[in-house]
Nanobody, 119 residues
Framework: QVQLVQSGGGLVQAGGSLRLSCAAS????????MGWFRQAPGKEREFVAH????????FYADSVKGRFTISRDNARTTVYLQMNSLKPEDTAVYYC????????????WGQGTQVTVSS
């Protein structure tokens, strides 16, 4: 069973930066993709960004493009979300997720971490 353990997050003023980490319990070579999602109070969970493990290719939601960067480490066991120029509307619980090779959806989810941006 794969476990995704998140760290980072917290409270920051608008314009500030935070970095989220998501560590997988096994090598992510068996994964095809990892992503970040977020859920604000009273809203549905929304996609933020993803990264393909084999190519390193990335994709972002329009709302974060140019401000957030998703990356993975060389050992390919941890994925990061660097968040710059944060806005109050970025306030949400952020979740990482992993998709196994051969499946069409995300199979594993992290525990979530709160990000709060004050104005």
């Amino acid at each position: 069973q794969v476990q995704l353990v998140q760290s980072g997050g917290g409270l920051v003023q608008a314009g500030g930066s935070l970095r989220l980490s998501c560590a997988a319990s096994i090598r992510t070579s068996s994964m095809s993709r990892m992503g970040w999602f977020r859920q604000a109070p009273g809203k549905e969970r929304e996609f933020v960004a993803h990264i393909w493990w084999s190519s390193g290719g990335t994709f972002y939601a329009d709302s974060v493009k140019g401000r957030f960067t998703i990356s993975r480490d060389n050992a390919r066991t941890t994925v990061y979300l660097q968040m710059n120029s944060l806005k109050p509307e970025d306030t949400a619980v952020y979740y990482c997720a992993a998709q196994k090779t051969g499946t069409l959806t995300y199979d594993y989810w992290g525990q979530g971490t709160q990000v709060t941006v004050s104005s």
